[in-house]
């Protein structure tokens, strides 16, 4: 597994948190944390083309991957 920090500019307050927690554990994803005040997802994944995927289809696509 790799750690990466996505940026995630569309994200605006705690129910795009929400969103975001529920569609990554949907993954079966368990190392993320969401951080609404720099528009990021920390995350510790085998499977990042998923993730990225994920996102996109609930509005929250990833604009920036910068490995950890």
Known sequence: ???FELKVPNMSC???V???T???EEL???NFKVKLEEK???IETSNL???KEKL???DYPVSEINKI
Do not use: D, F, Y
């Open 14 to 16: 705690h129910h795009c």
């Open 56 to 58: 996109s289809e609930i």
């Open 28 to 30: 079966g994803e368990k």
């Open 40 to 42: 990021t997802v920390i």
């Open 1 to 3: 597994m790799e750690k």
């Open 49 to 51: 083309e998923k993730v």
């Open 22 to 24: 529920k569609a990554l």
């Open 18 to 20: 929400m969103r975001i």
